[in-house]
């Protein structure tokens, strides 16, 4: 499987982006948890959200609220509505996914820089 993630970019404090991340190779229905993570600079990554095969989703945080995942099973891409965004929100978004073929997998897309100005 392969991750595509789209959709970084600057935007002022209190606006708004959605992140795409697009899979190709496998379905979204045979990937057991998509996820976005962030990382900003000079701190370790952390998880945003989850959504797994069943549409059940997680939140890093106090992101809930303010940041909703979803996933369009016919595009095979999860997104990422961010709201509300704050300057603390700046960094690099990963998506990865996790499934298991009997052996448990993990893939990484490469990120999408997000920049909220204050």
């Known amino acids: ?46 998880l945003v959200a989850g959504i797994n095969s069943s549409g059940r989703t997680t939140y890093g945080g106090t992101l809930r609220g303010r940041f909703v995942i979803s996933r369009d099973n016919f595009k095979n891409t999860v997104y990422l509505r961010m709201n509300n965004l704050k300057a603390d929100d700046t960094g690099v978004y990963f998506c990865n996914a996790d499934f298991d073929d009997g052996v448990p997998g993990r893939v990484w897309g490469q990120g999408t820089q997000v920049t909220v100005s204050s």
């Open 1 to 46: 499987v392969q991750l595509q993630a789209s959709g970084g970019g600057l935007v002022q404090a209190g606006g708004s982006l959605t992140l795409s991340c697009a899979a190709s190779g496998r379905s979204l229905r045979d990937i057991n948890l998509m996820a976005w993570y962030r990382q900003a600079q000079g701190k370790q990554r952390e």
